[in-house]
């Protein structure tokens, strides 16, 4: 009976942890791009929107491009503290081999950014990562960020950026189903 009850209450746990959870943002470019631009190394700082997602052709210039959020998506990032950044990408340029930060957040108080261990394939590829400080974000491209540090650059963010371009040579990133969840 104790183990019963135990998982129980384990079972109340999750599913009140699961409301409390809030879509702050989610994009899903059916009908348009939704404010998102393109930065860096890019044929063009415009998108280019197809129903249900938005690419970006590599210029190769020789630096990396990036989906670069709206401010209506960074203005909501001081809510998201502990959150979850989520999104799908997809890349037609042939195996990863550009190494970079994946996801960068900048404001006045610095700079965070995350790399995750595998780049996107050419098949949608889920990403997702926690806005705190176990998630293992790295704070002004050299130290590990501490939960202080991550809290101080999203009161405050200036820019958040994800990275579309993942080899060296011609490439097309696409982007979809971008998520910012609350905590």
Known sequence: MRFAGFVGFVGFAVVVHAQSAHV?????FVSS?????ISGD???SEP???????SAEDAQFGETWFFHAPPSVVQQL???INGTIS????????????IDDDVVIDGPAGRLSYRFKTGPGPDWTE???RLSESAGWTWNWNKRATQSQIDSVLR?????EIRGEYVTGPDTGSLDNFRLISD
Do not use: C, M
Not at 156 to 160: A, I, K, N, Q, Y
């Open 33 to 37: 791009a939704e404010g998102w631009t």
């Open 156 to 160: 405050r963010p200036g820019r958040l």
């Open 87 to 98: 999104y799908r990408l997809k890349q037609d340029g042939g195996v990863p081999s550009l």
């Open 127 to 129: 990403f997702s990562v």
């Open 78 to 80: 001081p809510k998201a």
């Open 48 to 54: 280019i929107f197809k129903a249900g997602s938005i």
């Open 42 to 44: 890019a044929k063009s």
């Open 24 to 28: 702050l943002v989610h994009n899903d």
